[in-house]
């Protein structure tokens, strides 16, 4: 009996295991909606490449962040960004409560000093006096003497510390060092100004210059006077410009050269900030020349832990992450050294999060 119900469970236990066989596995589907983008093929024109170019930015020849030496509450504000001011218009004004006691106490101090002074000169006529008649002995007069030019030091010490209060003043009262525009406040009425932190920039925005980076390749080249052409890339222009200064040492900047330009026959719409990109009259090799460039904005540019890349499109319609190396930059574009091929597209907008993998639909 025991032996049949042995057998029984057996054929139950076959039964159930066949049947949970047949069950057919069940696939899993990503429904996730594709990430739209927009993409752009490889710039390989607007850059002449016969010629050495380096990208620069448009800066006022004349520019100033202005700070103060003491610490107090800003009391009044005296200008707005891009407000046109004069030279020594009062720009900020500083709480100057302390001092002003301070300037109080300094004024009381030279009256008293002055009284002693007086004081102690006509003792001392009085003595030069008696000594000439040999009614006062020299060690009278020598001490009458000390007396007089203690007091004459003290009424000058007095002066001075004046000075000093008069010199607190004027970084308590901020004005324009030169005639220009505002270009931004950093701070407003009531905030904290401490020594060194800039309250206002201004800028004479009547000269304009540009600054650039050149390589050591090319610096020996580069005179000052040279004329050069300048493309603001903004609104298409181009400025004729002539090289001012150069700098002669690459160890503070990357080991590149400083090189400044003075722009000539600029208009309003030429704007201090502006990205532009300087060709000088220096023709390259024909090795150089010929050397195939590739160049893609700077806005595309994705960066994380100090590198640098792009998100590319897969054959799957997947984002792929590229790491690029970079090099010069030309205005708004910026040069890829490798790992990027020139028959590729890249992202340059997305309606969504890029990571590795995500499914994309071009737009």
């Known amino acids: 009996m025991k032996n049949n119900k042995y057998i029984v469970a057996f054929i139950a236990l076959t039964l159930l295991m066949v049947g949970c066989g047949n069950h057919e596995e069940k696939s899993v589907v990503d429904n996730t909606p594709p990430v739209i983008v927009k993409v752009s093929a490889i710039d390989t024109t607007g850059i002449n490449n016969s010629f050495v170019v380096a990208s620069g930015k448009v800066e006022a020849e004349k520019s100033a962040n202005l700070s103060t030496r003491m610490m107090g509450y800003v009391a009044k504000m005296n200008v707005k960004m891009g407000q046109k001011v004069r030279k020594g218009q009062l720009l900020v004004s500083i709480n100057t409560a302390d001092l002003q006691a301070k300037s109080a106490q300094v004024n009381a101090s030279i009256l008293q000093a002055e009284a002693g002074y007086n004081s102690a000169k006509k003792d001392y006529d009085r003595y030069v006096k008696l ?54 406040t950093f701070v407003k009425m009531g905030d904290m100004a401490n020594p060194g932190m800039p309250l206002v920039s201004i800028e004479a925005p009547s000269k304009l210059q540009v600054t650039t980076m050149v390589a050591e390749n090319d610096i020996s080249k580069i005179t ?40 000539e026959k600029t208009d309003s719409s030429i704007l201090s900030g502006m990205f532009t990109t300087i060709q000088f009259p220096i023709e390259k090799s024909k090795e150089e020349a010929s ?71 071009i737009q």
Not at 157 to 183: C, D, H, L, W
């Open 224 to 263: 000052v006077g040279m004329k050069v052409d300048v493309l603001v890339k903004s609104n298409g222009k181009t400025i004729t410009g002539k090289v001012i200064e150069k700098s002669n040492s690459a160890k503070n900047t990357g080991g590149q050269y400083l090189v400044k330009i003075a722009l």
């Open 131 to 184: 000594f000439s008649q040999q009614s006062a002995s020299q060690k009278e007069l020598d001490d009458m003497t000390a007396h007089f030019e203690m007091a004459k030091a003290g009424l000058e010490g007095a002066k001075q510390m004046k000075n000093e209060v008069n010199a607190q003043f004027s970084y308590a009262n901020i004005r324009a060092p030169f005639s220009g525009v505002v270009t931004n």
């Open 291 to 361: 050397t195939f460039k590739v160049f893609i904005p700077i806005t595309a540019i994705v960066e994380n832990g100090g590198l640098q890349g792009i998100y590319t499109v897969s054959k799957q319609n997947t984002a792929l992450l590229r790491w690029l190396r970079l090099g010069k930059t030309f205005g708004d574009k910026v040069e890829v050294l490798s790992g990027l091929n020139s028959d590729e597209q890249y992202i340059i907008a997305a309606e969504g999060k890029l990571f590795n993998g995500v499914k994309v639909s």
